[in-house]
């Protein structure tokens, strides 16, 4: 059964170490203990926060009627061969994404290699759409086991009911519930990774776009990309003390884009309808006079040092504070551009 926690701050928990002390902590961790635990949480009609890795997030300073159920139900396990390539592969919902990169490399599986250092755990990744480099969770996600929290029933729900988006889903835009685990269709291709779609890793390893690499080298390239810019967590490197990019990139129309200085950068957007363009929040970050390392005067939250997209807590600071620069920085943006950025972590508590 789920295992009480001593409640304490959920700065403790969290990436951004920012929150509150909630009511109470449970720690469940098997599959059967998330979903009676949560079961019994929602029929309380309590107030609920289901916590992973606490990387996607920043909780409020105050969350004393919270109560949280933490996700830690582990394993990782092959349910099927598709063919002689292909093989689908179960994930309970508490095991650390990076790590689970790190189990396929090793197993010669290629599908998420891209993916490397990407925080938190693997039952948030659908809920987000997660990616990076040329790479989406959706391109590989099969199917995942999901409890309902309108109906209370437990369903399988295939990848075309999560009608993902950028960095969207149909859980994020309004059907809450537990996801207890994850199957990924991942393939064999003799150690190598898929065609690579990132300039970003193509030009570091020296070949060109669409080749195909070691999986080993694929995410040796990502880690030292994603450390860069403070986007990897490390105890030794205070730029890390965030919760990764703060806001999504926008997507505009091309009348929007086309608006723009010619140098901003413009990408294909994910609709791939000719009519919208996938903008960099970093560089309209950057544009609207927002430096690395801005902070407010007499904040303790700031934009990394690293990367403009990050925003990072640099020694205690609340909640409040790093929303106040949040907010600034949203501003400044529209203000300049006419451009709303979306955060993308969860604003767990706020009015």
Known sequence: MATPVTPHPLADLTSMRVGGTPAEIYAAKTRDDLIEHTLNVWRSGDDWLLLGGGTNMVVADNVENLRVIKVENMGIEPVRNKDETRVVVRVQAGENWDDFVAHTVKAGLAGIEAMSGIPGTVGASPVQNIGAYGQELSDSMVR??????????????????????????????????????????????????????????????????????????????????????????????????????????????????????????????????????????????????????????????????????????????????????????????????????????????FI
């Open 144 to 349: 995942l086991e999901f409890v309902d929290y309108e109906t209370h029933e437990i369903a399988i729900l295939e990848a075309k009911d999560l009608q993902f988006g950028y960095r969207d889903s149909a859980i994020k835009r309004g059907r809450p519930g537990v996801i207890t685990w994850v199957e990924f269709e991942l393939q064999k291709l003799d150690g190598l990774s898929r065609p690579l779609y990132s300039t970003q890793i193509a030009a570091d390893l020296g070949v060109a776009m669409g080749a195909q690499v070691s999986l080993e080298a694929v995410r040796a390239s990502v880690l030292k990309l994603r450390a860069r810019k403070g986007m990897v967590i490390d105890e030794n490197d205070p730029d890390s003390v965030s919760c990764g990019s703060f806001f999504t990139n926008p997507i505009v129309s091309d009348r929007v884009a086309r608006g723009l200085p010619d140098d901003a950068p413009k990408y294909e957007s994910e609709e791939d309808d000719g009519l919208t363009v996938k903008l960099s929040a970093a560089w309209l970050i950057e544009n609207a006079g927002i430096e690395k390392g801005f902070r407010i005067a007499g904040s303790r939250a700031a934009i990394s040092s690293k990367h403009t997209l990050a925003i990072v807590n640099t020694g205690g600071a609340t909640a409040t504070e790093i929303l106040q620069l949040a907010e600034y920085v949203q501003v400044r943006v529209s203000n300049k551009f006419g451009i709303n950025l979306v955060p993308e972590p969860n604003l767990i508590g």
